[in-house]
């Protein structure tokens, strides 16, 4: 813009030599005010990353820090496959996943400790050392004693170094789902040193016989991959440094190490009109400055997960482009913001120069001396002296007074991270559902409820046949069941009323699991089942009491031919909706589900969480007949009768008898002692056994107190029995 002005106006003033002159002028005022930001330092990643490339150094890392790390061995992917299925009705389904071993270097120096680990920006180890994923991982903290890595030395056997002053990590058989099958990009939160840092570990390693205890505060880590004299630049800004190289060592201390200031004498006066303050010995100056001064500072802020923070300096604005640090280090957003402050304040003050002459140098004053003037306020830096025909010339530089911390704010802001949640043991209920009646539906219909609090994943299922061994049976997935326990028995009731009395109270295993209501339209349609026990019901009110407790009301009872169950409650019992995520596991596999065992094995789980099935056998078990009756016959003869219930005939819409879903219609009647053997048999084809006198005499007489037991007989299972009690 200035360019286009400037070369207007002096082509207008003095033709074509002056719009040249005009465009040059205009030029150099654009390059001043937008001129890219002066960056020092080198320049910060969003997130740095893991890498593999050859010959990269490995960085020292000082304090907390969040690297990549570079991967110094791998192993290919390792194919796991898993074939289920093939069973009656259900074609096999091979499933495939993919691990991987491999070493990943995080510094040259020894450390402490491994934090929290992120994978492609997800959280893969929390800061309790859990893994997210299945795999196992082993820190080496890069001591000069440590030994090889088992794993590696297995793999390269005697080849294989142990890596001594290299900190390593080393994960074996990490699971790679979550990360497209791939090592995904790793950064992981290191911890070498104790807060506050000091320069002195910094330089020990790189300038022997050095004298550095300078405190760095406010930085809570450090990565540093270039020399001594890269690092002491990178911090100078922030932190002024006296080097002293005067003596036999090497010292270096911060600009305010002064117990109390040197006071200077009179300045001397000069013969000669040439040297400065010939009359008066001192002159004064204040210039603008060489560079601009530091106005933004970018870091890594431990408060959004080390992701690059950036705070200004108070102040208005200095002219032309803000002249930024980039500093490879952990600072709270706080601590930055009264660092650059400083900084900046400093580099203002310091425009303020004085030369001032002495006629005797006092051996105590040094370049970075701190001096005080006569009738001069405030205190002065010695940055050069020099010796002159007319005394000793000192260049001296204004130190900015002591600051309150700055008013700004300085809030880090908030970052979308993962929440991490400790891994949290499996909650498991296997079961049997009853046969729908659609004859597509292939049986037994095995399930597994599986679930968890806040931090549980998912797990694998397994079962064992009655042999011990565990088999897979693939995995649950991260959406569990609402699962849960119930806190009171529930009272028994008629299954063929709706119960409005009865209630029970269950507490759910996930706090972010929530129940709902259903009208009886609703309920007819089959919403809000449950499995409660061994009972099927299913419920109209869900009314929250806190602490994940609910109080469910308005039941329907027995459903699915549980109605045995009834009377059976316990407190304690699990609790399954059936409409939530559930399972379903492949009969083949299982084997007969009376003997089987199933397991569910997480990341919290050291053991398998177990469960036998509930309701084993009654896809195939017919209904036990209802409506029974003995009526006595003219004679003394007994005639028993009772109504068969169709497996699968849970609805009754058209009137007609339903189907039995049965090869034939038979039954078993048994007579004796309820809690005894029996004492005789009748099979019959039809809901009607008759007895003559003389037969139901005999029984009589033997047990008085005799009950008759009815099953109904299917194809490949019996009925539980129905109780008729002669009058």
């Not at 690092?231 to 090497?250: G, N, S, W, Y």
């Amino acid at each position: 813009m200035a360019t286009l002005v400037f070369s207007a106006i002096g082509s207008l003033l003095g033709g074509p030599f002056g719009g040249a002159l005009g465009a040059f002028a205009g030029r150099q005022i654009d390059a001043l005010l937008f001129a890219p930001p002066a960056r020092e330092g080198p320049r910060l990643a969003e997130l740095t990353l893991s890498a593999s490339s050859y010959g990269l150094a490995v960085p020292r890392q000082h304090g907390r820090v969040r690297t990549g790390g570079q991967v110094i061995w791998a192993t290919d992917l390792i194919e796991a496959k898993n074939r289920q299925g093939n069973g009656k009705g259900r074609p096999a389904t091979v499933t495939y996943s993919y691990s991987a071993s491999f070493a990943v270097a995080l510094s040259s120096r020894p450390i402490e400790g491994i934090g929290r680990i992120w994978a492609d920006g997800k959280l893969l180890r929390g800061a309790a050392g859990d893994l997210k994923v299945g795999g196992t991982m082993r820190v080496h903290a890069g001591h000069c004693d440590q030994p090889a890595d088992p794993l590696l030395a297995a793999a390269e056997g005697g080849q294989c170094p142990a890596h001594r002053g290299l900190a390593y990590v080393v994960f074996e058989d990490l699971q790679l789902a979550e990360y497209g099958n791939r090592i995904p990009a790793l950064s992981f939160e290191v911890f070498a040193d104790a807060a506050p840092l000091s320069l002195q570990s910094m330089l020990d390693p790189v300038i022997p016989d050095c004298d550095a205890e300078v405190v760095l505060n406010g930085l809570d880590g450090l990565t540093i991959e270039g020399s001594a004299a890269d690092l002491l630049a990178l911090l100078d800004p922030l932190f002024p440094l006296d080097c002293d190289a005067c003596d036999a060592q090497l010292t270096v201390r911060p600009e305010r190490n002064q117990t109390a200031p040197v006071p200077l004498p009179e300045p001397a006066i000069a013969s000669s009109s040439d040297d400065f303050g010939s009359k008066a010995g001192f002159a004064r100056n204040r210039a603008l400055g060489s560079e601009p001064p530091l106005s933004v500072l970018r870091h890594y802020d431990p408060d959004r997960d080390y992701q690059p923070g950036v705070q200004r300096a108070s102040g208005p604005p200095a002219p032309g482009q803000p002249r930024v640090l980039e500093l490879p280090a952990t600072i709270a957003a706080a601590a930055a913001r009264r660092l650059v402050d400083a900084a900046a304040r400093q580099h203002a003050w310091a425009r303020h120069t004085l030369a001032w002459r002495v006629t005797q140098l006092d051996p105590a004053i040094r370049p970075g001396t701190i001096v005080t003037l006569p009738d001069e306020a405030g205190q002065w830096r010695v940055k050069a002296w020099e010796w002159r025909t007319e005394g000793v010339e000192f260049k001296l530089e204004r130190i900015a007074p002591a600051a309150p911390d700055p008013s700004g704010a300085s809030d880090p802001g908030r970052v979308g991270s993962d929440p991490d949640l400790p891994p949290v043991p499996s909650r498991l209920v296997a079961f049997e559902l009853p046969w729908d009646g659609n004859p597509a539906t292939p049986l037994p219909q095995l399930y597994a409820a599986t679930a968890g609090g806040p931090g549980w994943t998912g797990a694998s299922l397994l079962v064992d046949q009655g042999d011990g061994a565990w088999l897979p049976l693939g995995t649950s997935g991260r959406s569990g069941a609402v699962l849960g326990t119930t806190l009171d028995a529930l009272a028994a009731a008629s299954p063929l009323l709706f119960d409005r009395a009865g209630s029970v109270t269950v507490t759910l295993v996930d706090p972010a699991a929530t129940l709902g209501n259903a009208t009886l339209r609703q309920l007819a349609q089959g919403a809000n089942k449950a499995l409660i026990g061994n009972e099927l019901v299913q419920f109209a009110m869900a009314d929250p009491l806190g602490a994940q407790q609910w109080r469910l009301t308005g039941l329907l009872r027995g459903r699915g031919g549980t109605e045995a169950a009834i009377s059976a409650h316990l407190a304690g019992e699990p609790f399954v909706l059936l409409d939530s995520p559930l399972s379903q596991l492949d009969p083949a596999v299982l084997g007969p589900a009376e003997q089987a065992v199933v397991g569910a094995l997480g990341l919290g789980d050291p053991v398998p969480a177990t469960s036998t099935f509930r309701l084993a056998g009654i896809g195939w078990r017919p209904l036990s007949p209802v409506h029974g009756e003995a009526v006595a016959l003219p004679g003394g003869g007994l005639d028993l009768r009772w109504t068969r219930r169709a497996r699968g005939g849970w609805h009754w819409e058209d009137g007609v008898d339903l189907q039995l879903n049965e090869q034939r219609e038979a039954y078993a009647v048994e007579f004796g002692m309820p809690d005894g053997s029996p004492l005789a048999r009748w099979d019959c084809n039809a809901p009607q056994l008759a007895l003559t006198a003389s037969e139901w005499s005999a029984l009589a007489a033997a047990a008085p107190s005799g009950v008759f037991a009815v099953r109904q007989v299917g194809d490949r299972a019996v009925s539980l029995p129905l109780v008729i009690a002669p009058v």
